[in-house]
């Protein structure tokens, strides 16, 4: 009777606790659209300045160099943070809200970064403390973290299965935990989710990607996931090159934390006033892109996907940083649109097996890769997405492609 009713307390406290992510998630993406509409929309109707993006980014990457100066380069990638969690099964949290800033300005300045770097990082800490400070489930302050992160990703990608999925799927083998674990990942995701979605609905806010539309095909037509899914690769080599040779630059130039935040601020300036459609994360533009991609053209959609692969990788190096899971998604979609229009092929088609295939060569794992693009294509195309996730998963990037820490 007593670990019944330990077990039910600790459920209870896994839903409260993905309650609590909910709200963190929430306030921190109000805070940054917030920023964003202050920076982009208001300022630039009052002050007309035809280098505008230039000198906001410029300014932006200064103050985020000096904040990094003085707190420490974070927030850490999504990857360290996942790693320290299964290693250690704690995060540490003496500077979450040092973090909080970190991850906070890149975005505002519109720094071609997503923001689940930044919450990961914060919200585990904060799951680590949580654990710390229930005496009650010392033993359980590992499994808090697991699952605070869980709930962390299946809430800002709009995707709890994703959520689940993501931070256990091995490199090798996807491996579940057992059924009684399940149900508190379940219960703290779901608790997240719920929370997120009733602040938005009772502050009238609409967020999320807007998903393609499904299209009737013909068998014929999905020859064409071959040399689409073989384009979203070669897409994944290039961004693995591009993250090479800027992290050789950020090793060189590692001792200067200001310099390097303020050059990628200036670089971001200039690809912004080039190509305004490379920053931000690229969430808010893939409407853009689907409902223009004629006018845009198939050359600029693919010379737009590359540059956005390259600055990506320059923001992320120089310490304006950031998840890359958007503009990687951003990215794939504008390459499969530019292909649409080369085959004169369904564009939710062409963009599926793009960007399934870019993803999942970034991210190896094709079920985590699948439950998160489904937020976006409809269920039509999940086999064209397996398809192309396997095969994004199992064809290797050439190791001259790959920088040391992978």
């Given at each position: 009777m007593k670990k019944l009713k330990n077990n039910l307390l600790f459920l209870l406290y896994t839903a409260v606790l993905g309650?609590?992510?909910?709200?963190?998630?929430?306030?921190?993406?109000?805070?940054?659209?917030?920023?964003?509409?202050?920076?982009?929309?208001?300022?630039?109707?009052?002050?007309?300045?035809?280098?505008?993006?230039?000198l906001i980014c410029t300014l932006g990457g200064l103050l985020t160099g000096i904040w990094k100066r003085k707190f420490g380069d974070y927030p850490e990638e999504l990857s360290a943070v996942l790693g320290s969690?299964?290693?250690?099964?704690?995060?540490?949290?003496?500077?979450?809200?040092?973090?909080?800033?970190s991850?906070?300005?890149?975005?505002?300045?519109?720094?071609?970064?997503?923001?689940?770097?930044g919450l990961t990082g914060i919200i585990a800490g904060l799951c680590t403390w949580v654990g710390d400070k229930l005496k009650r489930f010392r033993r359980e302050v590992e499994e808090l973290t697991e699952i605070g992160l869980s709930a962390t990703l299946g809430t800002i990608f709009r995707s709890p299965m994703f959520g689940f999925m993501e931070p256990i799927e091995a490199d090798e083998e996807a491996v579940l935990p057992k059924a009684s674990k399940i149900v508190l990942y379940f219960a703290a995701i779901l608790s997240s989710?719920?929370?997120?979605?009733?602040?938005?609905r009772l502050f009238g806010i609409e967020v999320?990607?807007?998903?393609?539309?499904?299209?009737?095909?013909?068998?014929?037509?999905?020859?064409?996931?071959?040399?689409?899914?073989?384009?979203?690769?070669?897409?994944?080599?290039?961004?693995?090159?591009?993250?090479?040779?800027?992290?050789?630059?950020?090793?060189?130039?590692?001792?200067y934390t200001v310099l390097r935040a303020t050059t990628g601020g200036v670089l971001l300036g200039i690809f912004g006033m080039l190509l305004p459609l490379t920053m931000f994360s690229g969430e808010s533009q893939i409407t853009q892109v689907t409902?223009?991609?004629?006018?845009?053209?198939?050359?600029?959609?693919?010379?737009?996907?590359v540059a956005k692969l390259l600055l990506t990788n320059i923001?992320?190096?120089?310490?304006?940083?950031?998840?890359?899971?958007?503009?990687?998604?951003?990215?794939?979609?504008?390459?499969?649109?530019?292909?649409?229009?080369?085959?004169?092929?369904?564009?939710?088609?062409c963009a599926a097996a793009a960007t399934t295939a870019l993803v999942g060569h970034t991210l190896k794992k094709p079920i985590a890769t699948v439950l998160l693009l489904m937020i976006i294509f409809p269920p039509g195309m999940i086999p064209i997405m397996l398809f192309s996730a396997i095969a994004a998963r199992f064809i290797p990037t050439p190791k001259f492609l790959l920088s040391k820490n992978k």
């Open positions: 309650a609590i992510v909910g709200v963190i998630i929430w306030t921190f993406l109000r805070l940054m659209n917030l920023g964003i509409e202050l920076f982009w929309d208001f300022l630039p109707s009052q002050i007309s300045l035809p280098v505008y993006p230039l969690v299964k290693k250690t099964g704690r995060y540490k949290y003496s500077n979450v809200f040092s973090t909080i800033v991850a906070l300005l890149p975005l505002i300045i519109g720094a071609s970064v997503g923001p689940e770097a989710f719920g929370v997120f979605i009733l602040l938005n999320g990607i807007e998903g393609m539309e499904a299209e009737s095909l013909s068998p014929l037509t999905y020859m064409y996931a071959i040399p689409l899914t073989i384009a979203g690769i070669a897409g994944g080599w290039l961004f693995f090159l591009f993250e090479k040779l800027t992290a050789a630059l950020k090793n060189k130039f590692s001792k409902e223009n991609m004629k006018a845009i053209g198939a050359g600029m959609l693919i010379l737009i996907a923001c992320i190096e120089s310490g304006l940083k950031g998840g890359h899971f958007f503009p990687v998604i951003f990215c794939g979609i504008c390459i499969g649109c530019a292909l649409s229009l080369v085959f004169n092929v369904s564009a939710t088609l």
